[in-house]
Structures are given as C-alpha cells and as structure tokens.
C-alpha cells in the first residue's frame, strides 16, 4: 500500500505552547486529509476532513480555532494544536486518499503522540 | 452516540484456533464496512472490507461476515498466529456520503504462542 508519514512521532511541550504535526504521502497525491485522535483504550474519533487547497471541515466539537488544519499541497497536511493544554494530550493519526478512491485507499499515518506538560 | 461498537476490549485466543472479532453498529445508512489492524505506535493498516449487498468476505484467513438484519460484523481469522496479535478496528461508511469511516473502539487480540 501507499505510505503516510507524520513527523514528529512523539512531542512533549508546556502547556501554552503551539505544535505542528506534518502528515506527508510519500508515493501518492492526496486530494484529500484526514485528521483523526485517539485517547487510551478509545477509538479512532474524526476531527477533521481537509481537501488541497480549500478549508477543512471539522467535525461536530472540534474547535477550529484550536486545531488548525493546512492541506497546501497534494502531498502534505499540518495540524496546528495551538495554547496546548494537558487535555489536549492524545495520540493524533492522519490519513491520506485520492479524492475519488475507495475507503481501502485512505493510507494512515504512523502517528503522533502529543503530551502538554 | 457510539455509531459502531466493538464491545469486547480485548480477546486471547491459542494459536492456531480461530480468533472472532466482533462489531455492531446503529446507524442503516452504513452501507460498508471494513476492518483495520493496528499494531501501537503505528497506524491503522486495511485488513479486509465487505459491501452490505454481501454477507460474507473471504481473503486467506481472514473472513468477515455481515447480517445487516442484526447490524453485526465479525471477523474470523483462522488459523490465529502470533503474529496476528494487535488490535483490531471494525469501521462503517456510507458510500455516497463522501466515505468517512467511523470506527469501532477497538478490540486487542492476543494470540497465545
């Protein structure tokens, strides 16, 4: 299958501090982002959809303004978790596909574990 | 409002038995379904999916069968080998509702050697 990387894999930042995590395709263009979080022992919980080019979409209780989402190019994504808190701890997953492929297509990531100290 | 569930946390199974993972979900709408393998600090990786116009997906060990009356999903992997043991995502999506894929909680198999 394709590959997604994200980088950093692990950050550890104060609290107040602002992170950026890249998502890159390496071998494909993805029209299309996905931005996911994980809390311990939890599911895979959608935060945003980003398309190249345009703004993201994020879902229901997700603060724009907190998670910013850059898609500028086919091959890579940033979130931004601006004023971190410690709640905002988690292990953060992007994901890639075409905009007209199948489900099977959305490469994920390896992941990003975040703590705010 | 949990759309998919996968109310087994966690499952230990000897190796060479067969592994069933099991999932539900609510919402009808769904209309396909796949499972996820997610070893820790990595990414989910595409197991093996099924279309609701089917009941049953077979590829090598790993079969998946769907009874859209119950709106429940199982995976079967058999034989189960160690190196089988991870945790294990169901997700659903709507195909002509842009394909977002809503996730299960999970279930952590254990293959016991």
């Known amino acids: 299958g394709a590959v997604v990387s994200q980088h950093p894999s692990r950050v550890i930042c104060k609290s107040g501090t602002s992170v950026k995590i890249e998502c890159r395709s390496l071998?494909?263009?993805?029209?299309?982002m996905f931005w996911y979080r994980q809390f311990p022992k939890q599911s895979l919980m959608l935060m945003a959809t980003?398309?190249?080019?345009?703004?993201?979409?994020?879902e229901q209780g997700v603060e724009k303004d907190k998670f910013l989402i850059n898609h500028a190019s086919l091959t890579l994504s940033t979130l931004t978790v601006t004023s971190a808190h410690p709640e905002d701890s988690s292990f953060y997953i992007c994901?890639?596909?075409?905009?007209?492929?199948?489900?099977?297509?959305?490469?994920f990531g390896p992941g990003t574990r975040l703590l705010v100290l | 409002d949990q759309q998919v569930k996968q109310n087994s946390p966690s499952l230990s199974v000897q190796e060479g038995r067969i592994s069933i993972l099991n999932c539900d979900y609510t919402?009808?709408?769904?209309?396909?379904f796949l499972w996820y393998k997610k070893y820790p600090a990595e990414g989910p990786t595409f197991l093996i999916s099924?279309?609701?116009?089917?009941d049953k997906n077979e590829d090598g060990r790993f079969t998946v069968f769907l009874n859209k009356s119950a709106k429940h999903l199982s995976l079967h992997i058999v034989p189960s080998q160690p190196g089988d043991s991870a945790v294990y995502f169901c997700?659903?999506?709507?195909?002509?509702?842009?394909?977002?894929?809503?996730f299960g909680g999970g279930t952590r198999l254990m293959v016991k050697p």
């Open positions: 980003s398309n190249e080019g345009s703004k993201a979409t994020y």
């Open positions: 099924i279309s609701s116009i089917k």
């Open positions: 997700a659903a999506s709507r195909r002509n509702a842009g394909n977002m894929l809503t």
């Open positions: 919402n009808s709408m769904f209309d396909y």
């Open positions: 994901s890639a596909r075409t905009n007209t492929g199948p489900e099977e297509t959305q490469y």
């Open positions: 071998d494909f263009q993805a029209t299309t």
